[in-house]
């Protein structure tokens, strides 16, 4: 039993998947739950969203096909509480939902989780080489506030080309 659920659905355009879900987003029962979070401003800003979605309505991402997941299910105060073996473990599982569900782009919100979690140390910002479960992969900034290395302009543009990516494939 998974503390946060999937907000999943068969052929969807882009589902995300973060690295795992805050104390907060399980306590609350919602995806991107931490005020400081940028993931719907981000979404919304790159043209996935037609409007700001909050926290809460997180289940309508459904209507504009998109998903949420999480590389591994355990809560915590900061995503370097995970171990390896953990992102390994959920990086395995996840190949088997996308399998399963079939997004037509798999975005993982993070580039050091995907290094790890998918055994790729060099991978880079953008589009991978390498499907997952049989989607396109894509490797996004993880937009928690906490990431200091893009700004809410730059997680926009490069969810934007997310979009772009996803809509054309």
């Known amino acids: 039993m998974k503390p946060l659920r999937d907000v999943i659905a068969p052929g969807l355009d882009v589902l995300f998947c973060g690295i795992n879900p805050s104390l907060l987003s399980a306590e609350r029962g919602h995806h991107f739950a931490r005020p400081g979070n940028r993931f719907w401003p981000a979404i919304h800003r790159a043209g996935l969203t037609p409007r700001l979605l909050r926290p809460e309505e997180d289940m309508q991402l459904l209507d504009h096909g998109l998903g949420v997941t999480n590389v591994a299910d355990r809560p ?9 073996e953990e992102l390994r473990a959920g990086a395995a599982a996840l190949g088997e939902l996308v399998a399963r569900y079939r997004p037509r782009v798999l975005a993982v919100l993070g580039i050091t989780a995907y290094r790890i979690g998918f055994d790729r140390p060099r991978a880079t910002i953008g589009p991978q080489p390498e499907r997952v479960g049989g989607a396109a992969t894509w490797v996004v900034p993880n937009p928690s506030g906490l ?7 730059d997680l926009a543009r490069l969810y934007g080309q997310l979009r772009e990516a996803a809509l054309a494939g």
């Open 147 to 153: 990431n200091a290395h893009h700004q809410l302009p």
């Open 76 to 84: 915590t105060r900061t995503a370097a509480e995970l171990s390896p």
